[in-house]
């Protein structure tokens, strides 16, 4: 039995664990998925977050003799230095003080299968995993990346559009955040190595929806599949950039009422509690449909998506697992569990 599939089977709703797998089944099979998209990526990809937790876990079982209150303390503390976060915390070490409790086990050297099974069930059990584009057919699909600076978010969108290129879609790209110094060429530099066009604004400081405007047309003229805005992340003004986007979504709601189609938010899992406060301000300022969280392998603190998930309830639609161009892989959570208990014995 696969270890995916021995999680699933360890939920107690059968509606709901049905519902997951055919999910699951269903984010496989989307056209816009890398091809081979293999495991050893993401056993490679997560290593150090893989490590960092299943030497912990390994090690607190070896400390202790016995089940105790200060067990249960070091084990939230492994947890929040892996960048759980402390709400998801507390509720998965509530869940294995439950079935430790009732299984009666006295042993820690016996509780890693119980500490891992109820991080996986607890992400699981309240989330339908969808980590799908909105992508249709007979369409001008309309997505706008949003990041604060450093975060990788303009190669984050390259390495989108490469994705989508691959699966035979036509990709343009709108240099719409005309305030970051830089942010244009590196897009254009972008879209000259994947041969995919894009529409500028005439000088830096340009009105970002006018530029939107631009691109948007040319989109729905010469029939593109997708159109990917480079959006601003400037949250040292967050009026401003409220209003940018209000007028932006104004602007797009004229060209199709349906769009934007997909709204993502760019973020370093490198940051840890700084990345989220970053969400936070985003989500407040409009909705998110999806994060890509960039340079996972660079992390130990894998344990972010779980943060993600129970504070924002957002899901991770993409994950960067290294720094090529084809090192952006769509969210697949049952090679993610795998990757992530790769060195421990359950």
Excluded at 12 to 18: D, E, M, P, Q, R
Excluded at 48 to 62: F, V
Aim: proline share 2%.
């Amino acid at each position: 039995m696969g270890l995916f599939k021995k999680f699933i089977d360890k939920i107690k709703n059968k509606k709901l664990a049905k519902k997951i797998e055919e999910k699951n089944i269903e984010n496989k099979s989307k056209i816009y998925k890398v091809k081979n998209l293999e495991q050893d990526k993401f056993d490679k990809g997560l290593k150090k977050s893989s490590n960092k937790l299943s030497i912990a876990i390994k090690e607190i079982a070896k400390k202790y003799f016995e089940v105790n209150e200060e067990f249960f303390e070091n084990l939230e503390e492994v947890f929040i230095l892996s960048d759980f976060g402390v709400s998801a915390t507390n509720k998965i070490v509530n869940a294995i003080r439950e079935e430790i409790k009732f299984q009666a086990i006295k042993d820690p050297k016996l509780i890693e299968s119980i500490i891992i099974d109820k991080i996986f069930v607890y992400y699981i059990q309240n989330t339908d995993v969808d980590i799908n584009l909105n992508l249709e057919c007979d369409r001008t699909n309309i997505i706008l990346v949003s990041g604060v600076n450093g975060v990788g978010k303009t190669t984050s969108i390259a390495k989108l559009a490469n994705i989508l290129k691959k699966d035979n879609k036509k990709v343009l790209l709108v240099a719409a955040d005309t305030f970051r110094a830089g942010a244009i060429e590196q897009l254009e530099i972008w879209s000259e190595r994947l041969k995919v066009e894009i529409v500028k604004p005439e000088k830096y400081g340009q009105d970002p929806s006018s530029v939107i405007y631009k691109g948007i047309k040319k989109g729905k003229d010469e029939n593109f599949d997708v159109v990917i805005c480079d959006t601003s992340g400037r949250l040292e003004n967050k009026n401003n950039l409220m209003e940018e986007l209000k007028k932006m979504n104004k602007v797009i709601k004229n060209f199709d009422s349906s769009a934007p189609h997909e709204k993502l938010l760019v973020l370093d899992a490198t940051t840890g509690q700084s990345g989220l406060n970053q969400a936070k301000v985003f989500k407040e300022i409009g909705d998110i449909s999806g994060i890509i969280l960039t340079k996972m392998d660079g992390t130990s603190k894998g344990g972010i998506i779980l943060a993600i998930k129970d504070i924002f309830d957002i899901p991770v639609k993409f994950i960067g697992l290294g720094e090529s161009l084809d090192d952006l892989a769509p969210f697949d959570l049952e090679m993610f569990i795998t990757a992530i208990t790769k060195d421990l014995d359950i």
